[in-house]
């Protein structure tokens, strides 16, 4: 099994920064994509930003030039620097990752995190 564990979420005021962690841990063999999404009470997930093994990123229109997601793949971790933070940022974040485990190396599995709580006051 693999898990994942996040950190660094809690409560800013709006312009502040905040920066997430996550740690994979486990029966990993590689791991391939890395990433951010986040959920608002009654909507569907979605993607704050991706990062490959390669170091290729993909964000959010919405966090453009605020968010930067970063990963140290000798230590299976993902990080998001969230700067100039809005109210609208106010939701849980969800660590995302896909993974090759070393138990079945035939294909790749997708885990998430529990989510952190990220407030934003105004």
């Known amino acids: 099994q693999v898990q994942l564990v996040e950190s660094g979420g809690g409560l800013v005021q709006a312009g502040g920064s905040l920066r997430l962690s996550c740690a994979a841990s486990?029966?990993?063999?590689?791991?391939?994509?890395m990433g951010w999404y986040r959920q608002a009470p009654g909507k569907q997930r979605e993607l704050v930003a991706a990062?490959?093994?390669?170091?290729?990123?993909n964000y959010a229109d919405s966090v453009k030039g605020r968010f930067t997601i970063s990963r140290d793949n000798a230590k299976n971790t993902v990080s998001l620097q969230m700067n100039s933070l809005k109210p609208d940022d106010t939701v849980v974040y969800y660590c995302?990752?896909?993974?090759?485990?070393?138990?079945?190396?035939?294909?790749?599995?997708?885990?998430w995190g529990q989510g952190t709580q990220v407030t934003v006051s105004s």
């Open positions: 486990g029966s990993i063999f590689r791991i391939n994509s």
């Open positions: 995302n990752a896909e993974v090759v485990p070393a138990y079945d190396l035939s294909r790749s599995y997708v885990y």
């Open positions: 990062i490959t093994s390669l170091g290729t990123t």
